[in-house]
């Protein structure tokens, strides 16, 4: 089985300019997930979605940030500008649905801004 | 007061040893909690759930839950220089509907 796919893996960019990342869930996972990780924390959640509705976005920055999952399955995270403090791993898990909690990470995107 | 606390560490155990890693957490709603290992660079990995209170193993790990005390703790038996890596425990209050997770504590099991 196929694990969550993300991409980019590695993004550099200056502050102000905007980026983007990607997200495809395990095949059948309902319930997809955007964590913010800065180094020496755990992951935070961002934005967490039911099939293609949000169920929870009360940690993300909207005035910067936005994600969609259009037709519940693959998922994309924008951030416009971008901040120095916005340098982080992005992580996107997946689980089953909602009432199962075992979430299941990607390899991350480690975003730098400069 | 953080919800989920960790000690940060670094534990440092002898290969063979037991490691015992703690979690406590603040919210007594809270209904099923995690455990995560991080290799530094990499992603986390699911190593271990438990949702009542005792004991659970599976191989060399045993999860522990006291939720009277709001305290869960990982025990790793045998430790192997391969188990070193950065342990995350993570609590799911079905109140907030979310996944909280501690900072971590970083684990060093020396050869």
């Known amino acids: 089985e196929a694990g969550v796919a993300q991409s980019p893996r590695y993004k550099i960019i200056e502050k102000r300019q905007s980026v983007a990342f990607w997200c495809n869930p395990i095949s059948g996972h309902a319930t997809l997930y955007w964590y913010q990780q800065i180094l020496g924390q755990g992951p935070k959640l961002l934005i967490q979605?039911?099939?293609?509705?949000?169920?929870?976005d009360s940690q993300l920055p909207k005035d910067r940030f936005s994600a969609e999952r259009l037709k519940g399955v693959d998922s994309t995270l924008k951030i416009q500008p971008a901040k120095l403090e916005d340098s982080a791993v992005y992580l996107c898990?997946?689980?089953?649905?909602?009432?199962?909690?075992?979430?299941?990470f990607g390899p991350g995107t480690r975003l730098t801004v400069l | 007061q953080k919800e989920v606390e960790q000690n940060s560490g670094p534990l440092s155990v002898p290969e063979g040893a037991i490691a015992s890693l703690n979690c406590t957490y603040s919210?007594?709603?809270?209904?099923?909690f995690f455990w995560y290992r991080q290799y530094s660079g990499k992603s986390p990995e699911l190593i271990m759930f438990?949702?009542?209170?005792g004991d659970k193993e599976d191989g060399r790990f045993t999860a522990q839950l006291n939720k009277a005390s709001q305290y869960v703790s990982l025990l790793i038996r045998d430790s192997q220089p391969s188990d070193s890596a950065t342990y995350l425990c993570?609590?799911?209050?079905?109140?907030?509907?979310?996944?909280?997770f501690g900072s971590g504590t970083q684990l060093t099991v020396l050869p």
């Open positions: 898990a997946s689980s089953v649905d909602l009432a199962n909690n075992e979430q299941f």
């Open positions: 979605f039911q099939n293609n509705g949000v169920v929870d």
């Open positions: 438990i949702y009542s209170n």
């Open positions: 919210d007594r709603g809270s209904q099923s």
């Open positions: 993570a609590v799911h209050s079905g109140s907030a509907r979310q996944l909280t």
